[in-house]
Each structure stands twice: as C-alpha cells, then as structure tokens.
C-alpha cells in the first residue's frame, strides 16, 4: 500500500533544510518543484516514509519551527552519531517505558525531530 499520510513542513531555506536532512538523517531527496525561484513543494524520504516540504509561502498559517516529526530507526545509537558527525546537536538518547531508545534534535529552521526505534503501536 502506498503511504497515506505525509508530514508537512515549512522552511525559511528549504534546499539548505533538506540538505541538512540527508546529512544528519541520511534523507534522500525524490522531488523537487520551484516557483519564482523558492522551493514550491519537495518530497523527502526518512527510511521506508516521506514527508512534503517547501519553502514558507507568504501569508501561510504554519510558520517554520512550528512541527515535530517521529523518524523510525533500527539503529538509535547509529543514527545519533551520525547526526553529531552531521553537526546536529542531539539531546541524549533515553530509554523509555514503552520500549524505545530516541533522542531528539532540533533542524535550523526551529522543527524538533524526534528519532528512535518505536515502531508504532500496531508494529
């Protein structure tokens, strides 16, 4: 089945942004669409899920900074070393009541990305 639900996210800079999300999250960019030379609509795959991203249209209700996306890893500790060699700065990877190991990080334009192996209540 193909993905039914794609996160949205708002950038200043969204070719810096998702440069910065291939670095520290390993993300590849599948789409990339401009207008008036800013970046209209981008897709950007995190693992097996993408997300749409693009530059903050004028008069928009969702300024960046303003979301929080969940990446799924097999690998928490992996994935926080390869953030920190990014120049991410990650919090410390905590282990939680409800199984998973994540940690999370902020990107610059102010959305905090949470990371860690919790596959979601119907895994």
Do not use: K
């Amino acid at each position: 089945m193909a993905q039914t639900l794609f996160p949205t996210i708002r950038f200043r800079d969204a070719r810096a942004s998702i440069a910065w999300l291939e670095a520290a999250l390993g993300a590849e960019t599948l789409a990339l669409y401009e207008e008036d030379g800013h970046v209209a609509h981008a897709e950007v795959r995190i693992g097996e899920s993408s997300l749409m991203c693009g530059d903050r249209p004028e008069g928009t209700a969702t300024p960046p900074g303003a979301s929080v996306v969940y990446v799924v890893v097999p690998d928490a500790d992996a994935a926080h070393a390869r953030a920190q060699a990014a120049g991410a700065a990650p919090s410390a990877i905590t282990e939680q009541d409800y199984g998973s190991r994540d940690f999370t990080l902020t990107d610059p334009d102010g959305n905090r990305w949470a990371i860690g192996t919790y596959g979601g209540a119907a895994a």
